[in-house]
Nanobody, 119 residues
């Protein structure tokens, strides 16, 4: 059974920092692209950051330079270090694991963790 379990969310003041963690089980972690997505109330879910098995990264323009995604394959864990947080970063943050091979693929989602940034 695949599980992605996020932790590290909470309430922080604008300008502060948080680190999210996502522990994965039930998958061959090292072959998956790991990502963080977020969904604010009334908005669609959006990509925040992804990191491929070869450590290529992609960031949303709104977080570039403030957020850093990293992964520890030995611990089957992906992290999102968030700095200089803004109220507009308030959202539920979801961990994603995606594997693609040609036309085949699969992905999994965590249950989400709330991040609230106060002004």
């Amino acid at each position: 059974q695949v599980q992605l379990v996020e932790s590290g969310g909470g309430l922080v003041q604008a300008g502060g920092s948080l680190r999210l963690s996502c522990a994965a089980s039930g998958i061959i972690f090292s072959i998956y692209t790991m990502g963080w997505y977020r969904q604010a109330p009334g908005k669609q879910r959006e990509m925040v950051a992804t990191r491929t098995p070869r450590n290529n990264t992609n960031y949303a323009a709104s977080v570039k330079g403030r957020f850093t995604i990293s992964r520890d394959n030995a611990k089957n864990t992906v992290y999102l270090q968030m700095s200089s947080l803004k109220p507009e970063d308030t959202a539920v943050y979801f961990c994603n694991a995606e594997w693609k091979f040609g036309a085949h693929g699969t992905d999994y989602w965590g249950q989400g963790t709330q991040v609230t940034v106060s002004s």
